[in-house]
């Protein structure tokens, strides 16, 4: 079935650090993996996706890496900032279904101390 | 360029009322997916409508849930006969007219219902 599974559920980090988030997902033919970040209140805002065709991803401070073989892809923010704190999700499209709903992980609620 | 942009953001409903949420997407865009996210959770797939076509209700409710996106207007999720679990946020996203699995889906802010 479709299923994506997400760790940790939280993360704290000292600002400057680095953090890492990572998911699995269960069906090989997943081939769309987008992470949103969710401020309180707030709707999820897309930070950054990779598609199945690549290994990684980077922009600026924020990276993706995908391990097809592994079926397994993760989140990893450089230098983190007191404003990197939110909650955290990553997704996965299985193409079978029809225009390409998203399966989400639980989340990660990222704590940035200062 | 608005983004996708959802009404009302805080809608409060007794037990037994209608609560209607409306999306409309980002311009351009002419797909419309609808996902809802219970407290303390992640969100969930409800349903995905293209102009005047429903093409995956999978995760709506089989009762008291229905959406519609009309030639003209936004898309509308509407809950009849409202209980106390359909408290969440209701979140729609849009995407390209492309539509192809991969295609990205924008957020907008989302509609808070509390069911008192």
């Known amino acids: 079935g479709e299923n994506v599974e997400q760790h940790p559920s939280t993360l704290s980090v000292q600002e400057g650090d680095s953090a890492v988030i990572k998911c699995t997902y269960s069906?090989?033919?997943?081939?769309?993996f987008p992470w949103y970040k969710q401020e309180l209140g707030k709707g999820p805002q897309l930070i950054i996706d990779?598609?199945?065709?690549?290994g990684e991803k980077k922009d600026q401070r924020i990276a993706v890496t995908l391990n097809k073989t592994a079926k397994h892809f993760s989140l990893h923010i450089t230098e983190t900032q007191p404003e990197d704190s939110a909650v955290y999700f990553c997704?996965?499209?299985?193409?079978?279904?029809?225009?390409?709903?998203?399966?989400f992980g639980q989340g990660t609620e990222l704590s940035v101390k200062p | 360029n608005a983004g996708v942009m959802q009404n009302p953001r805080h809608l409060v409903r007794r037990r037994g009322q209608e609560a209607r949420l409306r999306c409309s997407p980002m311009?351009?865009?002419?797909?419309v997916y609808w996902y809802r996210q219970l407290p303390e959770e992640g969100l969930k797939f409800m349903v995905y409508l293209q102009k005047e076509n429903i093409i995956d209700e999978s995760g709506m409710p089989k009762e008291r849930f229905s959406a519609e996106f009309p030639k003209e207007g936004p898309s509308i999720l509407r809950i009849q006969q409202v209980v106390r679990g359909d408290s969440a946020a209701y979140f729609c996203?849009?995407?390209?007219?492309?539509?192809?699995?991969?295609?990205?889906?924008?957020f907008g802010p989302g509609t808070r219902l509390t069911v008192l």
């Open positions: 311009k351009g865009h002419s797909h």
């Open positions: 997704a996965a499209t299985f193409p079978y279904n029809q225009g390409g709903k998203l399966i």
């Open positions: 990779i598609r199945s065709n690549v």
């Open positions: 069906d090989s033919a997943s081939n769309y």
């Open positions: 996203a849009s995407s390209p007219q492309r539509a192809m699995s991969t295609d990205t889906q924008y």
